[in-house]
T-cell receptor, first 115, second 111 residues
Framework: DGGITQSPKYLFRKEGQNVTLSCEQN?????MYWYRQDPGQGLRLIYY???????QKGDIAEGYSVSREKKESFPLTVTSAQKNPTAFYLC??????????????FGPGTRLTVL | QKEVEQNSGPLSVPEGAIASLNCTYS??????FFWYRQYSGKSPELIMF????GDKEDGRFTAQLNKASQYVSLLIRDSQPSDSATYLC???????????FGTGTLLAVQP
């Protein structure tokens, strides 16, 4: 059963903590993306990766970090430097690396709340 | 001017009617266009994509693209209460080489 999985579904973080959100895909897609969604706003791109061991900053990368050591995995770390991390985080993937040209498929999301 | 604009709604239509959702974009070089449906608390689900001017039909859904006027629309025929969701327009191509999302239109289908 192919798809994108994200864990955990809900995550609570204390001030000053770093947390890592998991994203795994078994679709054999080259490209993977992280978005953030806030109420009443569109999705905003945090980071994306078109190929293993390479990634680029999106529009709101400050306070976040990623790695792409395996094709299937693209974890996102929300660091303590991110001033307002409470949001719905969405991971997506697409077949080829030309960002945006091919349709992107989303995982179920992780809802992060800072206590 | 926002790069991708949608009316936030809510757009309310009776069951069985045609729902018309619109989206305008600013980058004339944009090449591909996507419609996603997002239920409350869930992740977006791709329902249509279109690359060429004109209409593209898939079941009850029709996407329409007019590059000269820089708008893309989604028609939902025979609307059902289960179609009630937020519909996100996403546009790619041109200068940014990224997928840019609108803020979405909330559709409410009344039984």
């Amino acid at each position: 059963d192919g798809g994108i999985t994200q864990s955990p579904k809900y995550l609570f973080r204390k001030e000053g903590q770093n947390v890592t959100l998991s994203c795994e895909q078994n679709l054999n897609h080259d490209a993977m993306y992280w978005y953030r969604q806030d109420p009443g706003q569109g999705l905003r791109l945090i980071y994306y990766s078109q190929i293993v061991n390479d990634f680029q900053k999106g529009d709101i990368a400050e306070g976040y970090s990623v790695s792409r050591e395996k094709k299937e995995s693209f974890p996102l770390t929300v660091t303590s430097a991110q001033k307002n991390p409470t949001a719905f985080y969405l991971c997506a993937s697409s077949i080829e690396g030309q960002v945006g040209y091919n349709e992107q498929f989303f995982g179920p999301g992780t809802r992060l709340t800072v206590l | 001017q926002k790069e991708v604009e949608q009316n936030s709604g809510p757009l309310s239509v009776p069951e069985g009617a045609i729902a018309s959702l619109n989206c305008t974009y600013s980058d004339r070089g944009s090449q591909s266009f996507f419609w996603y449906r997002q239920y409350s608390g869930k992740s977006p689900e791709l329902i249509m994509f279109i690359y060429s001017n004109g209409d593209k039909e898939d079941g009850r859904f029709t996407a329409q693209l007019n590059k000269a006027s820089q708008y893309v629309s989604l028609l939902i025929r025979d609307s059902q209460p289960s179609d009630s969701a937020t519909y996100l327009c996403a546009v790619h191509g041109g200068a940014t080489n990224k997928l840019i999302f609108g803020t979405g239109t909330l559709l409410a289908v009344q039984p």
